[in-house]
Structures are given as C-alpha cells and as structure tokens.
C-alpha cells in the first residue's frame, strides 16, 4: 500500500522564492507606484527648500538686528552674487545668495569692506531666486526708523510655493506665503 491518502495526491515540497511572473508583477506595481509618486515628492522637496530658504533669512535679519544693538555698529544684511561681496538688486539672475556683516564704516550706501566682519553667510538652493525691492537692509544701532524691504524666495520652476520675508518700518521682519502651485518667476 502506498503511504498517502488514496485521494490526495503525494505532497511535493514546494521550492522556496518567487516565481518570475510573480517577480515581474510585482516589479510592474513598484514601478508604477514609483512614477506616480515623483512629481508629489519633487514639489515636496521644492517647497522644502524654499520655505528653509524664507527661514535662513530671517533668521539672518534677526541677527542683524540684534548684532547692531549688541555691538553698537551697523548690522547689514545684503543681496549677494558671490558670497563675500554685497550684489545690485538689478543682477537678480545672479544672485546666490545673501550675507550679514557689520558696516563698520557706516555709509549710507551699503558695500562691504575686506576688513568688516561677516556674520552669516547663507547660500540658496540651486532652483531657487531671491528677489529683493532693496538689495540691503541696514540695522542701526540705535532706535529709530529703518527701511522697508520685501524679498522674495521662489522656485525657477513653480514647483513650491513663494515666500515673501518682508521688514517693517521698524525693522521687524515677518513671513508671508503664497498660496501652493505658484507661478515660476
């Protein structure tokens, strides 16, 4: 007699793994889930950026501020195309980035000299622009009215949305956003 069930056939081990078209199937979900899930994640990380950027420099015009009080000198926060130097508000292509230094020499129109110190150095992202109705704001050390500045952070691509930091009378800067799927500039 035969040791199995007359009714069942012998149980074969089954060999360990997938088969290939379980594989390709599989393969085939990834691949799709993977595609749908790119364009989210660019956005995603676009306005990631953009809104670190908004941060970075408000933080930068925070230190400014407080520099100026501290250290009873002028605190200058400027536009910059090359990260040591102030840049000029009509080079916005060109603009990387912004620094913080101390104008030791106090002139009305803001240039940073080789002997003033740098605060902060703050780089963007690379599909990032700022745009600035000034290129500088300078804090004085004593209180009394200051500029009104508004720069504007946004992504080359409309992936992320737009930051406004904007700086009062009093120099107080605050941030502004605008609504998601905004326009490239």
């Given at each position: 007699?035969?040791?199995?069930?007359?009714?069942?056939?012998e149980?074969?081990?089954?060999?360990n793994?997938?088969?290939l078209?379980?594989?390709?199937?599989?393969?085939?979900?990834?691949?799709?889930?993977?595609?749908?899930?790119?364009?989210?994640?660019?956005?995603?990380?676009a306005?990631?950026?953009?809104?670190?950027?908004?941060?970075?420099?408000?933080?930068?015009?925070?230190?400014?501020?407080?520099?100026?009080?501290?250290?009873?000198?002028?605190?200058?926060?400027?536009?910059?195309?090359?990260?040591?130097?102030?840049?000029?508000?009509?080079?916005?292509?060109?603009?990387?980035g912004?620094?913080?230094?101390?104008?030791?020499?106090?002139?009305?129109?803001?240039?940073?000299?080789?002997?003033?110190?740098?605060?902060?150095?703050?780089?963007?992202?690379?599909?990032?622009?700022?745009?600035?109705?000034?290129?500088?704001?300078?804090?004085?050390?004593?209180?009394?009215?200051?500029t009104?500045?508004?720069?504007?952070?946004?992504?080359?691509?409309?992936?992320?949305?737009?930051?406004?930091?904007?700086?009062?009378?009093?120099?107080?800067?605050r941030l502004?956003?605008s609504?998601?799927?905004?326009?490239?500039?």
């Amino acid at each position: 007699m035969t040791a199995g069930h007359p009714y069942r056939p012998e149980s074969r081990p089954r060999p360990n793994g997938f088969s290939l078209a379980e594989l390709l199937v599989t393969l085939a979900i990834v691949a799709v889930l993977a595609a749908l899930s790119t364009p989210g994640f660019q956005r995603s990380r676009a306005d990631v950026a953009s809104l670190t950027s908004a941060h970075s420099l408000l933080r930068a015009l925070h230190l400014a501020r407080s520099q100026a009080l501290l250290r009873s000198e002028p605190a200058v926060v400027c536009l910059s195309a090359d990260l040591v130097s102030c840049g000029s508000r009509s080079a916005t292509d060109s603009i990387r980035g912004w620094i913080v230094f101390l104008n030791m020499r106090a002139e009305r129109t803001v240039q940073r000299d080789p002997q003033e110190p740098l605060l902060g150095v703050f780089e963007l992202p690379e599909r990032l622009r700022l745009i600035g109705s000034r290129n500088a704001v300078t804090y004085w050390p004593v209180s009394r009215a200051g500029t009104t500045a508004t720069f504007t952070v946004c992504d080359a691509d409309g992936l992320a949305r737009t930051r406004a930091v904007i700086v009062s009378q009093t120099g107080r800067p605050r941030l502004r956003e605008s609504a998601a799927g905004a326009a490239p500039c």
